[in-house]
């Protein structure tokens, strides 16, 4: 018998976590099979990597994002988007509030490893175990967890859309409308 992709993930992780996650596959109308997944515990994540890795599976990336928890106050979760063979399967996680930190999962799949370096230098999510942790491209005056704060787009561009600008970009421009 012939196993799919699909079918060795789920049952490899419904034999890991048994019933810790809620998982549904869905084919769109062009035949492209997309997978969701929900983790119970933001711990299992290394559990994923470990069985996508065994599929040879990769990370596509990583997306974080706030939400509200069951009290109302603000979380970010996770959307870990995963490569199975050309399916793509998203596992999302909620990050613990009270730390803030979740495991890496570089150490086993490599191509985690500028997305989680991401989610440490933008949201200030502190990922565990990561074997590079530096920054990728925020100067070190700028606070990690910058995403977290709401910046008004006047001062985020410190007025570059401002009409001195406008007038600087008109004057430059010729009357064949080419800049100089």
């Known amino acids: 018998m012939v196993r799919n992709i ?7 992780l419904t034999r890991a976590l048994g019933a810790e ?7 769109n109308s062009k035949g ?6 929900r983790l119970h515990d933001h711990r299992h994540i290394t559990t994923v990597a470990l069985i996508v890795a065994s599929l040879g599976g990769r990370v596509i990336t990583i997306t974080a994002y706030k939400t509200k928890d069951d009290q109302q106050r603000d979380s970010h979760e996770i959307a870990y988007h995963f490569d199975l063979d050309g399916c793509t399967c998203t596992v999302t ?4 509030g009270d730390s803030g930190k979740v495991n890496s999962i570089t150490p086993i799949l490599k191509s985690a490893d500028w997305t989680e370096r991401e989610l440490q230098e ?4 502190k990922v565990v175990g990561h074997p590079n942790p530096k920054r990728l491209f925020l100067d070190d005056t700028i606070d990690e967890g910058i995403m977290n704060d709401f910046i008004p787009l006047s001062i985020a ?3 570059a859309t401002s009409k001195t600008l406008w007038e600087k970009v008109l004057a430059a421009t010729s ?5 100089k």
């Open 6 to 12: 699909q079918e060795e993930f789920t049952e490899k």
């Open 21 to 27: 996650f809620s998982l549904r596959w869905e084919r």
């Open 175 to 179: 009357q064949e409308g080419e800049v």
């Open 93 to 96: 996680i909620e990050v613990p």
């Open 32 to 37: 492209v099979v997309t997978g969701w997944c």
């Open 122 to 125: 933008l949201y200030g999510i």
């Open 157 to 159: 561009m410190q007025g």
